[in-house]
């Protein structure tokens, strides 16, 4: 599982992004990627960019995404 924390925006969103490939990249993770959402206070066009490139990271790898 990964936590979201603060803000999920333009600048941030990398961050995201590189913390999905990382846990992607590692065969030991689960088959379920999930992204818990629940301590982030705002959430723009560039974090709803991040959450989407998860969910398409996931599916490339045979992987089920959840936020």
């Known amino acids: 599982m990964l936590d979201a924390v ?3 925006d333009q600048d941030t969103g990398p961050l995201l992004n590189a913390a999905v490939d990382r846990a992607l ?3 030991s993770v689960p088959r379920e990627l999930v992204i818990d959402m629940s301590q982030v206070a705002i959430c723009d066009s ?3 960019n991040a ?3 998860a969910h398409l990271k996931a599916r490339e ?3 089920y995404s959840t936020c």
């Open 6 to 8: 603060g803000e999920l």
């Open 25 to 27: 990249d590692t065969p």
């Open 46 to 48: 560039g974090g709803l």
């Open 51 to 53: 959450l989407s490139r």
């Open 61 to 63: 790898t045979a992987r």
